[in-house]
């Protein structure tokens, strides 16, 4: 089970970061992602890394604002996300995927979600 925590409501430029807790079991050698969605459209893969290696991919939309990272134990995911803007407003999910050997921002590729947190940038 997915849970994420820590949405909410920022002024634009301002900071949040994002927390996955994973309970039931360790996510080594998963990969690992975050991605969110706006009304009527598509889930978009934000950022996602391989806990094996700890590589990471992101979406060219937030290179440079939001770091993905996981605690040594792998149960936890987190997204920091900087000098956020308006566009960045979505509600977003963690996510895992077990057969996957490699990042991954491609939502086909992932069997478990969390619920989803808001996050809303004014």
């Known amino acids: 089970q997915l849970v994420e925590s820590g949405g909410g409501s920022v002024q634009a430029g301002g900071s949040l970061r994002l927390f996955c807790a994973a309970s039931?079991?360790?996510?080594?050698?998963?990969?690992m992602g975050w991605f969110r969605q706006t009304p009527g459209n598509e889930r978009e893969g934000v950022a996602t890394?391989?806990?094996?290696?700890?590589?990471?991919m992101y979406a060219d939309s937030v290179k440079g604002r939001f770091t993905i990272s996981q605690d040594s134990a792998k149960k936890t995911l987190y997204l920091q996300m900087n000098s956020l803007k308006p566009e960045d407003t979505a509600i977003y999910y963690c996510?895992?995927?077990?057969?996957?050997?490699?990042?991954?921002?491609?939502?086909?590729?992932?069997?478990?979600w969390g619920q989803g947190t808001q996050v809303t940038v004014s």
């Open positions: 890394i391989w806990s094996s290696t700890q590589a990471t």
């Open positions: 039931g079991r360790t996510y080594s050698n998963w990969c």
């Open positions: 996510a895992a995927a077990r057969m996957v050997r490699w990042p991954s921002l491609s939502q086909h590729d992932y069997n478990y």
